[in-house]
């Protein structure tokens, strides 16, 4: 019995040694043949290999067919890179329904040694979009492994293996590159109930994350386990049993992903897993791991994490936003290895509830003690950001020079005595101008701030503060500030302020020194717009804002060299190469101000006033009188810009060309009221070049108005008043008066866009004409004119007219076999016209072309619809004429003789978004807008600034704000 056992098991496994080498060789050209079709049928890319096999040894015990030397494109625009190149790239057959069933089904895939690249550019197109489009990929005869039982559906969708890869992923638009060497990459899945379940296991050597420039993970292991249910009935997705390491790091994650037709809804939970102070900076950027070397670091450490929210349109019941945080840290220590003192008895406990609006901010407790000096504090806030609740304490005495020699952070040296007592306890709440009762004091001295942003440090920093306020309002608060100094390169900065009632501020700023910003901002990043340049200070400022009666006393001067402004209203910086700013009481002077933005470049002379108010509170209005002097402006330049793809086809190829547009109106500031002369040199507008522009500029209620301007464009002249006023980041309301005189008709329509669309006869005219017309519309997202909501009336002028293949006459001409109407020469035309509703109504004009007198009336749409009548008055006087109908659109009417014209259509439509009251109201306010102080008054004032005595400039004291102790 034993012996026949022995034989059967013996003859099983011949059979089995022979089959897994006679199944590859018998069945080698059927599936290389199905898989290479499959690939073909649904890859948009290229896939290049060296050779192929098929093998139960490659990843025994399965049966695989392997592609070797891999090479597989990237898709368009990217086809020039590989997406992934491998050793092998393998497919892992099922055996059973290869034999029994004649298909090839692939339940595995295998990559080994590969390097993956994925790119995602800052248009949004990736390299990864490797497939055809169709509904639903399917190969031919390659299939998914399924098992219908009576328990129910089991589908193993996927075995995925991934052995040495590294993997780059980069982001361009949001500016993250990741990259991840020594990637191993284990996942399996199936369907269980009607859920796909799956599980991988990711282990990492190393992961690099650079985000904006900045490393944030530099050689870090990573591992990862995971188990996801998806629930495809209802478009779900539960993450459960899930974990990460990072370096030693531990982080368990769990929670729901809700799929909806136009958005998702999701609900995560993090929290750390027996955590330690040491495990949190393993997982820190790279430069803080190297110091953990030499750093003693003891503490637990537990932390929670919730994310709530959702994106797009989702059901009623999914629309929460909640972060949830919580972190506790006990008993740590922290000591550099070279240092005497340790940071001891560290204690932190912290809650923080955001949801939707409403704020809950817990710190139980922040202590710490350093060299016996204890630091401890409480804080609560609760409630919404317009109405919060704050309660704190905050008492802390830290010697800073201890406190850097226990720790030696990378990068980074501080010194100084650092000591505060910060109580605070009431409401926040703006609107009704209430502020908390606070009892506060900051004081810090003999600071040294050193950075490797730059090898001279920040030193003499000296911070002393006191905050108050008595009862619960603004007009009881109070802010001291008795020394603000430090110095810098052999440079003195010294500064003190006083300010009370904070609804209606009285204040006392003394301010000398200078301040390079340019060097500054290598140590730290300053919060101010400024990037680069210097600063010199020299002003004393009290008064008190908005109050009449108030004697403001402000003096000094402030000088700028070389300044770099970067703000978010404008794309490009703004350079300031120098300037002088002179304060005399109400009035902040300036002379010689150089400004140059890209190509333009200003010189500007004037004054501001209410200059503190506008830089202290959002309801604060800018006043100044200013005369703006410059070579050229490119006003495109301001126009909001992005670079965007236009796509090019021709008979052949498609190609897709980066270009930068239009996208969005120029915004005009807020709180702004400004009277500016403008002499302009050069203005130039897309192919418009306008020289020697003159008049007076009104900024004011977030609009321009311009009137009294003479300007030269086109060999002629105009005179033009109107406003602008930007309505939305698309859009934007304009009106203009115009009257032009001597305009060259060619150079008009080749340079001015508008002239196209009311004019297009003009494409075959040569001559001069005058205008004189009122027009007001919308621009849209591309400052264009939306054509639709033009409304107008005028006349224009032209003389010595000469048409060249113009259509219309040419082909009356035909028709009415008169040969003189064909190209004429026009001495002069005199026309009115009205537009309104995309419809250009012309009223009866005549013009002569010998021998003939016409006659022209009608209307045309501004998309090229006619409907005119004409009579051609035979000669000698005209008496005798033939009526003429001209119909259709521009590029294909019809002339008829003897017919009545019909009217055209105006157009129904809304985009206007402008009413008669509106224009009403803006043009009252360009009226008012006042002209700019003329040159002798701002001279004079300069002069009587640089004329005040200088004792008077000088520092004094005052009874009215005593700075305090």
């Known amino acids: 019995m034993l012996t026949k056992i022995l034989k059967w098991t013996l003859a099983i496994i011949i059979l089995l040694i022979i089959s897994l080498f006679a199944i590859p060789s018998i069945f080698n050209d059927a599936i290389a043949n199905q898989i290479k079709k499959g690939i073909n049928e649904n890859l948009a890319t290229e896939l290049q290999f060296k050779d192929s096999n098929i093998s139960f040894f490659n990843h025994f015990p399965s049966l695989t067919f392997s592609f070797q030397e891999v090479n597989l494109s990237s898709s368009q625009p990217f086809e020039k890179d590989s997406l992934i190149t491998a050793k092998e790239l393998g497919f892992g057959i099922n055996v059973f329904k290869l034999i029994f069933s004649d298909k090839v089904v692939i339940n595995e895939t295998y990559l080994t040694d590969c390097h993956i690249k994925l790119v995602k550019d800052k248009f949004g197109r990736n390299n990864y979009d490797i497939f055809k489009a169709t509904d639903t990929i399917t190969t031919n005869k390659i299939e998914t492994e399924t098992d219908t039982t009576a328990l129910g559906l089991n589908l193993n969708l996927k075995h995925l293996k991934i052995d040495n890869a590294t993997v780059h992923y980069e982001d361009q638009d949001l500016g993250i590159t990741m990259i991840s060497n020594g990637l191993n990459y284990n996942g399996?899945?199936?369907?269980?109930?009607?859920?796909?379940?799956?599980?991988?296991?990711?282990?990492?050597?190393?992961?690099?994350?650079?985000?904006?420039?900045?490393?944030?993970?530099?050689?870090?292991?990573?591992?990862?386990?995971?188990?996801?249910?998806?629930?495809?009935?209802?478009?779900?997705?539960?993450?459960?049993?899930?974990?990460?390491?990072?370096?030693?790091?531990?982080?368990?994650?769990?929670?729901?992903?809700?799929?909806?037709?136009?958005?998702?809804?999701y609900n995560l939970l993090f929290n750390t897993e027996d955590g330690t102070l040491e495990d949190v900076v393993s997982a820190l950027p790279p430069k803080y791991t190297e110091w953990s070397k030499?750093?003693?670091?003891?503490?637990?450490?537990?932390?929670?994490?919730?994310?709530?929210?959702?994106?797009?349109?989702?059901?009623?019941?999914?629309?929460?936003?909640?972060?949830?945080?919580?972190?506790?840290?006990?008993?740590?220590?922290?000591?550099?290895?070279?240092?005497?003192?340790?940071?001891?008895?560290?204690?932190?406990?912290?809650?923080?509830?955001?949801?939707?609006?409403?704020?809950?901010?817990?710190?139980?407790?922040?202590?710490?003690?350093?060299?016996?000096?204890?630091?401890?504090?409480?804080?609560?806030?609760?409630?919404?950001?317009?109405?919060?609740?704050?309660?704190?304490?905050?008492?802390?005495?830290?010697?800073?020079?201890?406190?850097?020699?226990?720790?030696?952070?990378?990068?980074?040296?501080?010194?100084?005595?650092?000591?505060?007592?910060?109580?605070?306890?009431?409401?926040?709440?703006?609107?009704?101008?209430?502020?908390?009762?606070?009892?506060?004091?900051?004081?810090?001295?003999?600071?040294?701030?050193?950075?490797?942003?730059?090898?001279?440090?920040?030193?003499?920093?000296?911070?002393?503060?006191?905050?108050?306020?008595?009862?619960?309002?603004?007009?009881?608060?109070?802010?001291?500030?008795?020394?603000?100094?430090?110095?810098?390169?052999?440079?003195?900065?010294t500064s003190s302020g006083v300010f009370k009632n904070f609804d209606n501020l009285e204040y006392l700023i003394k301010g000398k020194g200078d301040i390079d910003f340019t060097t500054l901002n290598q140590i730290v990043e300053l919060p101010v717009l400024i990037a680069n340049g210097q600063l010199k200070a020299d002003l004393n400022l009290k008064g008190q804002l908005n109050n009449p009666n108030s004697n403001n006393t402000h003096s000094g001067s402030l000088i700028l060299k070389d300044i770099e402004i970067n703000t978010n209203e404008l794309q490009y910086p703004v350079f300031i190469k120098e300037g002088e700013f002179l304060f005399l009481n109400d009035r902040m002077a300036f002379s010689n101000l150089n400004v140059k933005y890209q190509s333009s470049d200003v010189i500007m002379n004037g004054y501001f006033q209410n200059y503190l108010d506008y830089g202290l509170y959002k309801k604060g209005v800018l006043l100044g009188d200013l005369k703006l002097a410059s070579s050229k402006i490119d006003i495109t330049e301001f126009f909001p810009k992005q670079e965007q793809i236009q796509q090019q086809t021709d008979s052949i190829t498609n190609t897709n060309n980066i270009e930068t547009i239009v996208s969005g109106v120029m915004?005009?500031?807020?709180?702004?009221?400004?009277?500016?002369?403008?002499?302009?040199?050069?203005?130039?507008?897309?192919?418009?070049?306008?020289?020697?522009?003159?008049?007076d500029l009104g900024v004011k209620e977030q609009s321009l108005f311009l009137k009294n301007s003479h300007l030269q464009m086109a060999d002629g002249t105009a005179d033009l008043s109107g406003f602008y006023q930007p309505t939305a980041i698309d859009q934007a309301l304009f009106a203009m008066d115009i009257k032009v005189k001597n305009l060259n008709i060619k150079k008009g329509y080749n340079s001015i866009d508008l002239f196209k669309e009311l004019a297009p006869a003009a494409a075959q005219a040569s001559g001069?004409?005058?205008?004189?017309?009122?027009?007001?519309?919308?621009?849209?997202?591309?400052?264009?004119?939306?054509?639709?909501?033009?409304?107008?009336?005028?006349?224009?002028?032209?003389?010595?007219?000469?048409?060249?293949?113009?259509?219309?006459?040419?082909?009356?001409?035909?028709?009415?076999?008169?040969?003189?109407?064909?190209?004429?020469?026009?001495?002069?035309?005199?026309?009115?016209?009205?537009?309104?509703?995309?419809?250009?109504?012309?009223?009866?004009?005549?013009?002569?072309?010998?021998?003939?007198?016409?006659?022209?009336?009608?209307?045309?749409?501004?998309?090229?619809?006619?409907?005119?009548?004409?009579?051609?008055?035979?000669?000698?006087?005209?008496?005798?004429?033939?009526?003429?109908?001209?119909?259709?659109?521009?590029?294909?009417?019809?002339?008829?003789?003897?017919?009545?014209?019909?009217?055209?259509?105006?157009?129904?439509?809304?985009?206007?978004?402008?009413?008669?009251?509106?224009?009403?109201?803006?043009?009252?306010?360009?009226?008012?807008?006042?002209?700019?102080?003329?040159?002798?008054?701002?001279?004079?004032?300069?002069?009587?600034i640089q004329n005040v005595n200088s004792d008077a400039i000088k520092t004094q004291k005052t009874d009215t704000l005593k700075v305090q102790n």
Do not use: C, W
């Not at 478009?235 to 899930?242: A, G």
């Not at 113009?806 to 009205?834: H, Q, R, W």
């Open 667 to 695: 915004q005009v500031p807020k709180n702004i009221d400004l009277a500016i002369e403008v002499k302009i040199d050069t203005l130039q507008y897309n192919k418009l070049v306008i020289t020697t522009l003159s008049g």
């Open 294 to 493: 030499t750093v003693s670091l003891n503490g637990d450490l537990d932390a929670k994490l919730q994310l709530t929210g959702y994106t797009g349109i989702v059901p009623k019941a999914s629309v929460i936003e909640r972060t949830n945080v919580e972190v506790n840290i006990y008993d740590g220590k922290i000591k550099h290895a070279d240092a005497d003192k340790a940071v001891e008895n560290l204690y932190l406990k912290f809650k923080g509830d955001i949801t939707g609006d409403e704020i809950k901010i817990k710190l139980d407790s922040l202590n710490f003690s350093l060299n016996n000096e204890i630091t401890s504090g409480q804080i609560l806030a609760q409630g919404k950001m317009d109405s919060l609740y704050i309660k704190s304490n905050i008492k802390s005495n830290i010697d800073l020079n201890i406190l850097n020699q226990t720790l030696k952070l990378p990068d980074l040296q501080f010194n100084g005595l650092l000591i505060a007592d910060v109580a605070v306890d009431g409401v926040y709440q703006p609107s009704l101008s209430k502020f908390p009762k606070t009892n506060g004091t900051f004081n810090l001295s003999k600071g040294y701030l050193l950075t490797s942003g730059y090898p001279e440090p920040i030193k003499d920093i000296t911070l002393n503060a006191i905050v108050k306020n008595e009862g619960q309002t603004y007009a009881e608060s109070s802010l001291t500030v008795n020394a603000l100094n430090f110095s810098f390169l052999e440079n003195q900065f």
């Open 188 to 265: 399996r899945g199936g369907i269980v109930n009607g859920k796909l379940e799956l599980g991988s296991k990711l282990d990492i050597t190393s992961v690099d994350v650079v985000f904006d420039h900045v490393d944030y993970l530099k050689g870090k292991k990573l591992k990862a386990r995971s188990f996801t249910i998806y629930d495809t009935e209802n478009l779900s997705i539960t993450l459960d049993k899930n974990t990460i390491a990072l370096n030693d790091l531990k982080v368990n994650f769990h929670g729901k992903l809700d799929v909806f037709e136009n958005g998702f809804a």
């Open 768 to 944: 001069i004409a005058s205008v004189d017309y009122k027009l007001t519309g919308t621009l849209d997202k591309e400052m264009l004119p939306v054509l639709s909501a033009l409304k107008g009336k005028g006349v224009l002028k032209v003389r010595n007219v000469k048409f060249d293949g113009y259509k219309l006459l040419g082909k009356v001409s035909e028709k009415s076999g008169f040969d003189a109407l064909n190209d004429p020469k026009i001495s002069e035309i005199t026309i009115n016209s009205k537009l309104d509703n995309n419809v250009l109504e012309l009223e009866q004009f005549k013009f002569k072309v010998s021998p003939f007198r016409l006659r022209l009336e009608g209307q045309t749409t501004l998309d090229g619809e006619l409907s005119l009548k004409m009579r051609i008055g035979l000669p000698p006087i005209g008496l005798i004429g033939i009526p003429v109908v001209i119909e259709g659109n521009s590029d294909e009417f019809d002339v008829k003789v003897g017919k009545k014209s019909s009217d055209l259509n105006t157009l129904e439509t809304d985009t206007s978004s402008y009413t008669e009251d509106k224009i009403k109201q803006m043009s009252t306010l360009k009226d008012s807008i006042r002209e700019s102080a003329s040159v002798d008054e701002i001279s004079k004032m300069k002069q009587s």
